[in-house]
């Protein structure tokens, strides 16, 4: 994974054989705590969504002169790549201790794919909250409680999020939820995963 400072990447990874990421309603609690306290220096979260078997954040990275691109000697890519290496590595062995199963959770290595543009942007945000819907789990966004889509609906007032960075195009609940609602046509392919 190649990071770059004050950059949107849309990040994520999924389990092996479509195994069952949370295995529980604490598990994905817990994924979000060690999500939250291993990148919250490092980057902001604009949105997410926790699937069954997969998970997808969208981030933005702190410039360089927030202090968070060196550590160590290492620059950037280096740090936040190691950091999701080992943040997924100790959530796959809390796993493997609840379930007494061994080896691997997740495929190959995760994804970071930078998002160059405003409208891959806001069109990518809406495919992160959508994900539950498209795979009939709920009839509605606010339904899933393990999205980001909440938080920006006010139906629940999160700290995970640096709502500030998306509140610009959007100059109400109602724009945003509306838009999150619309129905995804002609996406680019470069969106779904």
Same mark, same amino acid.
């Not at 160590?72 to 950091?83: F, R």
């Given at each position: 994974?190649?990071?770059?400072?004050?950059?949107?990447?849309? +990040?994520?990874?999924? $389990?092996?054989?479509?195994? =069952?990421?949370?295995? !529980?309603?604490?598990?994905?609690?817990?994924?979000?705590?060690?999500?939250?306290?291993?990148?919250?220096?490092?980057?902001?979260?604009?949105?997410?969504?926790?699937?069954?078997?997969?998970?997808?954040?969208?981030?933005?990275?702190?410039?360089?002169?927030?202090?968070?691109?060196? *550590?160590?000697?290492?620059?950037?890519?280096?740090?936040?790549?190691?950091?999701?290496?080992?943040?997924?590595?100790?959530? $796959?062995?809390?796993?493997?201790? *609840?379930?007494?199963?061994?080896?691997?959770?997740?495929?190959?290595?995760?994804?970071?794919?930078?998002? $160059?543009? /405003?409208?891959?942007?806001? $069109? =990518?945000?809406?495919?992160?909250? *959508? !994900?539950?819907?498209?795979?009939? +789990?709920?009839?509605?966004?606010?339904?899933?409680?393990?999205?980001?889509?909440?938080?920006?609906?006010? =139906?629940?007032?999160?700290? +995970? =999020?640096?709502? *500030?960075?998306?509140?610009?195009?959007?100059?109400?609940?109602? /724009?945003?939820?509306?838009?999150?609602?619309?129905?995804?046509?002609?996406?680019?392919?470069?969106?779904?995963?």
């Amino acid at each position: 994974m190649q990071f770059y400072p004050d950059t949107y990447f849309h +990040l994520y990874n999924r $389990t092996n054989n479509n195994e =069952l990421l949370f295995k !529980n309603h604490k598990n994905y609690l817990y994924f979000l705590k060690q999500y939250r306290q291993r990148f919250s220096d490092i980057w902001d979260t604009l949105g997410y969504c926790l699937m069954p078997t997969h998970f997808h954040f969208l981030i933005r990275t702190k410039s360089e002169s927030s202090g968070a691109h060196l *550590q160590g000697g290492l620059h950037l890519s280096e740090i936040l790549s190691k950091q999701i290496g080992i943040w997924l590595s100790s959530y $796959t062995k809390a796993i493997n201790r *609840q379930e007494n199963r061994h080896g691997s959770l997740f495929q190959c290595h995760s994804r970071a794919i930078p998002v $160059t543009d /405003e409208k891959y942007l806001l $069109t =990518l945000l809406a495919y992160i909250h *959508q !994900n539950p819907l498209r795979s009939n +789990l709920v009839e509605k966004l606010e339904d899933w409680p393990f999205s980001s889509f909440p938080d920006y609906a006010g =139906l629940r007032d999160g700290t +995970l =999020l640096n709502k *500030q960075l998306i509140v610009p195009w959007f100059r109400t609940k109602e /724009e945003f939820i509306i838009f999150s609602n619309a129905i995804l046509k002609n996406i680019d392919p470069k969106v779904w995963i």
